[in-house]
């Protein structure tokens, strides 16, 4: 027959546990995990602080936008004019692009491994998987639901928004679902989700028809900061041409090792070098 422990070994081996977070009561039972620890307050207020203007396709209705290994690639929307396109991240000039099949409505776009883009479809369920070296199409994976924004982990996981406020993370291989976040926020809405973009530690997020970027903390899944954008917004509207109206702010690009981000919008003409300030 099993002997239960003493009571003197059993209160050692549950401050062990409780050390670890995990202590039980019952023989056998799995262990319990310890919530992360999460800041309830007001997310913090930033502003953004222009460090360069660079010329960008007025014609772009651009979904998604990201830098890879000092390449800019950004994905364009609209049906029968949705592209994914290699953009020299000065000039603007358009290197190379791929048309979509004129049903599909691209959205957003992540890089996968060393050579793959993944691009989203809004209503079409599809992902397609571009070479990143000539931007031929290599493979699909579907998905339910609508695709807006995906971006890319540094542990390879993708996580993708919808439009609402919850965030499907999935595998990088087959774009399986391996889990869903609901993105919460104590001072405002956290849903019109859209364009994502990872810099390492936080999440960040426009919301669409908004001149909000949201950041968003990965672990409790909570938005820490939001950005107001509202002033670059205006200055793009002022740089565009008066028979041209810009559309709404969409593109997020990190620029690998520093604070800076590349961001743009739909029809902008204008492609902004920024950081994130305290407001």
Same mark, same amino acid.
């Given at each position: 027959?099993?002997?239960?422990?003493?009571?003197?070994?059993?209160?050692?081996?549950?401050?062990?546990?409780?050390?670890?977070?995990?202590?039980?009561?019952?023989?056998?039972?799995?262990?319990?995990?310890?919530?992360?620890?999460?800041? +309830?307050? +007001?997310?913090?207020?930033?502003?953004?602080?222009?460090?360069?203007?660079?010329?960008?396709?007025?014609?772009?209705? &651009?979904?998604?936008?990201?830098?890879?290994?000092?390449?800019?690639?950004?994905? =364009?929307?609209?049906?029968?004019?949705?592209?994914?396109?290699?953009?020299?991240?000065?000039?603007?000039?358009?290197?190379?692009?791929?048309?979509?099949?004129?049903?599909?409505?691209?959205?957003?776009?992540?890089?996968?491994?060393?050579?793959?883009?993944?691009?989203?479809?809004?209503?079409?369920?599809?992902?397609?998987?571009?070479?990143?070296?000539?931007? =031929?199409?290599?493979?699909?994976?579907?998905?339910?639901?609508?695709?807006?924004?995906?971006?890319?982990?540094?542990?390879?996981?993708?996580?993708?928004?919808?439009?609402?406020?919850?965030?499907?993370?999935?595998?990088?291989?087959?774009?399986?679902?391996?889990?869903?976040?609901?993105?919460?926020?104590?001072?405002?809405?956290?849903?019109?989700?859209?364009?994502?973009?990872?810099?390492?530690?936080?999440?960040?997020?426009?919301?669409?028809?908004?001149?909000?970027?949201?950041?968003?903390?990965?672990?409790?899944?909570?938005?820490?900061?939001?950005?107001?954008?509202?002033?670059? &917004?205006?200055?793009?509207?002022?740089?565009?041409?008066?028979?041209?109206?810009?559309?709404?702010?969409?593109?997020? +690009?990190?620029?690998?090792?520093?604070?800076?981000?590349?961001?743009?919008?739909?029809?902008?003409?204008?492609?902004?070098?920024?950081?994130?300030?305290?407001?």
């Amino acid at each position: 027959m099993t002997r239960r422990p003493s009571v003197a070994v059993a209160v050692a081996a549950c401050l062990v546990a409780l050390v670890l977070g995990a202590c039980s009561s019952d023989d056998g039972a799995a262990p319990a995990t310890t919530a992360p620890t999460c800041a +309830a307050g +007001a997310p913090e207020r930033l502003a953004v602080e222009v460090l360069d203007e660079r010329p960008h396709d007025p014609t772009a209705f &651009t979904q998604g936008l990201l830098v890879v290994d000092g390449d800019l690639y950004e994905s =364009t929307g609209q049906q029968g004019e949705s592209t994914v396109r290699e953009v020299d991240p000065t000039t603007g000039e358009v290197r190379r692009t791929s048309d979509l099949d004129p049903e599909l409505f691209g959205e957003g776009l992540t890089a996968v491994g060393d050579d793959r883009l993944v691009q989203l479809t809004w209503k079409d369920g599809r992902a397609l998987v571009w070479d990143r070296a000539d931007l =031929t199409l290599v493979d699909e994976h579907a998905y339910d639901g609508e695709g807006w924004g995906i971006t890319t982990l540094d542990d390879g996981r993708l996580v993708m928004s919808d439009g609402s406020d919850r965030l499907a993370v999935r595998d990088p291989d087959d774009f399986a679902e391996l889990d869903r976040w609901t993105v919460e926020r104590s001072d405002g809405p956290a849903d019109q989700l859209n364009e994502l973009e990872w810099d390492g530690e936080r999440l960040w997020a426009n919301r669409w028809q908004t001149d909000e970027i949201v950041r968003i903390d990965p672990t409790c899944h909570r938005v820490d900061a939001v950005v107001d954008a509202a002033a670059l &917004t205006e200055r793009a509207r002022e740089a565009a041409d008066p028979d041209e109206p810009i559309d709404v702010l969409n593109g997020i +690009a990190h620029l690998p090792g520093t604070d800076r981000f590349l961001v743009t919008g739909k029809d902008w003409p204008v492609l902004y070098e920024v950081r994130f300030v305290p407001a």
